[in-house]
Every structure is written in structure tokens, then in C-alpha cells.
């Protein structure tokens, strides 16, 4: 499977995903990636809001310390290195067909920075760049391709930094996870879904056949009105009335949102049955929204008949490395990461 980036040697024994919903950190002692420990720390809401310019820690401060928090209760003294996994909505992920492309890094890459240019809003030539071949025959390579501007990379990596650790191998979250998979002949379908993106892929014997992005930030925000001209009791009213309508829209939002990953599932499912020529029987979860909710949304649109799973199961976890508060559907990302 490889998923990027193992010319870069042994992954550290430590990763931290940060994510818009929260930060997660595991460690594990080898590359089978059990975990030894887990820790998650919250957010407040839009403290991350990725996309691909600079601006994606809004409360950078806030980050800093839940990174440092996290971080700090699953190291246990396993040195200061860090794989970093990134939002989705943070990186470019293509792939790419080519009629050929030279074997070595030197030479293949700016034929891919090349390609890039007409692909990506942004400067590709100062983009951070990798690719990894999936496939190859005659006249046909195909390319899986990530990039990432150099300055949104900046903030992420500063993040780290500022917490006491050393970044290292940058993965953006999907892809993180699709690394922690084993290479099958049956075809895998994967949903990362969470509170503002949902991603699905499709691997099959250790390539990656589909990659599929869809950002769902919605600002939910309202200014608060000017109270100094109403009387307490109308104050009190407005308050009310503006709690009331903050939970309707962020019910609506919700609903949207649970529209949006159904619909996104959907057409990675009509993707796979024309691709592969059979139906995919099984989903697996890789984000925090969790296998059992997305069950149930599939559930509500009335699409039933498919077995939702969490990627990684209770097998994956040392004793005792299981917490109340770090639910297992938050681990794909990281526990990919520490796989080699």
C-alpha cells in the first residue's frame, strides 16, 4: 500500500491529528502501530476552518495548547518527533494519469509540479509536493499526487513547533488512514466524515481508486444585536429568541450536513459498482463522525443493506490504552500514521 511518504524512513512513534472537531495524539512502540496510548483534546468551535490559503488556525493559541495537551499525555518520554495529520480541506489530493514518468524523484517531480499548474489554485512551483505511483502499465502510469501551500503547511507545522514537538511527515487525515489498512484483493470503501468535510475513498489491492473531497464549513454565526436601548425583560426576549434560533440552524445545518455525507456515500457506492462491477457490502468509518451514526443517517435516507464499520477495532488498542474520552472512530488518522 505504501500511501506516502516511507522514503522519509521509519515514521516516528508519535502522531497528533488536528482536526476542526479536535486534536487526537496516539504513540505506539513499533510499526505495527498497536497503540499504546490515545489522548484527544477539544476545540472551541472554528478554532481550525482549513481550506487552502493562510488562515486555518483562527485560534491558534487555542490549538497550540490542545496539541501540547494531548501530546504531552501520550509521549511518556518517546522523544519529541511527530507525524502531523492535516485536515482534508487543508491539501490537494489528485490522481493523475501520465503516459510515462521517470523513475527517479529528481526527475518526476517537475513533470508532477508541471501538471499541477492548471490543476491547483495555487502556486505549484512553491507548493510542497509528493506523489507516489499506484499503478503502471504501457503508456499508462497513474499517480497518486498531494500538494499543499507552503504557507498553510507553515501553520500547521508552527502549531507543533510551539508545543514542544518536532513535525515531521506531514499526511493529510484520509489518506493517514487508508495507510493503517492491509493490502486485500477486496475492494475497500472508506468514509471520513466530520463536523465540516466528508471524504470517501476507495482501495483495492493497495491502490487507490478513488479520492474524493467535500468541504461543508458553513458559518452559523450571527451578529448579537445592540442591547443598551431595550429594557432587562426585553433583553432577556431578544436572548431567548436568539438562542432559539441559533439551535434551529445549527438543526438545520446538521440536517444538511447528514444530506451532504449520504449523498457523498452514494456516489462513492454508484463509483465502486461501476468501477469494480460488483456492490460494496461494508463501509468503513475513519472519522469522528463514527461508524454507528453514519449507519444511521444511511439508515434514515433509507438505504439500508450495508455493514458499517469502525476502521480501527478494539484488536488495534494495547489494554488499557482505551479512553471514555477518545472514541475509537477519532483514531484512524493517527494510528495510520504510525504505521509503516
Known amino acids: 500500500m505504501q500511501i506516502l511518504p516511507t522514503s522519509l524512513g521509519t515514521r516516528p512513534r508519535l502522531a497528533v491529528e488536528i482536526r476542526p472537531e479536535g486534536v487526537v495524539a496516539a504513540r505506539a512502540e513499533d510499526a505495527s502501530a498497536m497503540l499504546a496510548a490515545v489522548s484527544r483534546a477539544e476545540l472551541r468551535e472554528g478554532a481550525v476552518a482549513p481550506c487552502l490559503k493562510t488562515g486555518n488556525l483562527a485560534d491558534r493559541g487555542g490549538v497550540v495548547a490542545a496539541t501540547r495537551s494531548a501530546l504531552d499525555a501520550v509521549s511518556a518520554g518517546n522523544g519529541r518527533n511527530v507525524t502531523v495529520v492535516v485536515p482534508d480541506a487543508a491539501v490537494r489530493v489528485l490522481l493523475l494519469e501520465f503516459d510515462e514518468l ?36 504501457k503508456n499508462s502510469v497513474s499517480v497518486l499526487v498531494v500538494a499543499m501551500p507552503r504557507d498553510v503547511l507553515a501553520e500547521y507545522e508552527g502549531v507543533v513547533t510551539a508545543a514542544g514537538y518536532l513535525p515531521g511527515a506531514v499526511l493529510p487525515s484520509t489518506l493517514a488512514a487508508l495507510a493503517g489498512l492491509e493490502v486485500s484483493d477486496d475492494a475497500t470503501l472508506v468514509v471520513n466524515a466530520g463536523h465540516c468535510g466528508v471524504t470517501t475513498a476507495i482501495v483495492k489491492s493497495g491502490v487507490l481508486l478513488l479520492h474524493r473531497s467535500l468541504d461543508m464549513t458553513v458559518d452559523v454565526s450571527e451578529p448579537v444585536p445592540e442591547q443598551h436601548e431595550a429594557g432587562r425583560l426585553d433583553a432577556e426576549a431578544s436572548m431567548q429568541s436568539l438562542v432559539l434560533k441559533a439551535q434551529e440552524l445549527h438543526e438545520l445545518v446538521g ?18 459498482e461501476d468501477t469494480l462491477q460488483v456492490s460494496p457490502r461494508v463501509i468503513v468509518s475513519a ?17 439500508g443493506g450495508l455493514l458499517v464499520r469502525e476502521m480501527v477495532d478494539a484488536g488495534m ?3 488499557g490504552a482505551a479512553t471514555a474520552t477518545t472514541p475509537r472512530s477519532w483514531l484512524a488518522g493517527v494510528r495510520g500514521a504510525l504505521k509503516d
Open 317 to 319: 488498542l494495547q489494554a
Open 102 to 137: 521517470p523513475g527517479s524523484a529528481a526527475e518526476a517531480l517537475p513533470v508532477v509540479r508541471f501538471r499541477l499548474k492548471k490543476l491547483v489554485p495555487f502556486d505549484a512551483d512553491d507548493a510542497a509536493v509528493t506523489y507516489q505511483v499506484m499503478s503502471s502499465a
Open 255 to 272: 440536517a444538511a450536513e447528514a444530506n451532504e455525507v449520504v449523498q457523498e456515500v452514494n456516489v462513492a457506492a454508484a463509483y465502486f
Open 287 to 303: 472519522g469522528p463522525l463514527g461508524a454507528e451514526r453514519l449507519a444511521a443517517m444511511m439508515e434514515e435516507s433509507g438505504i
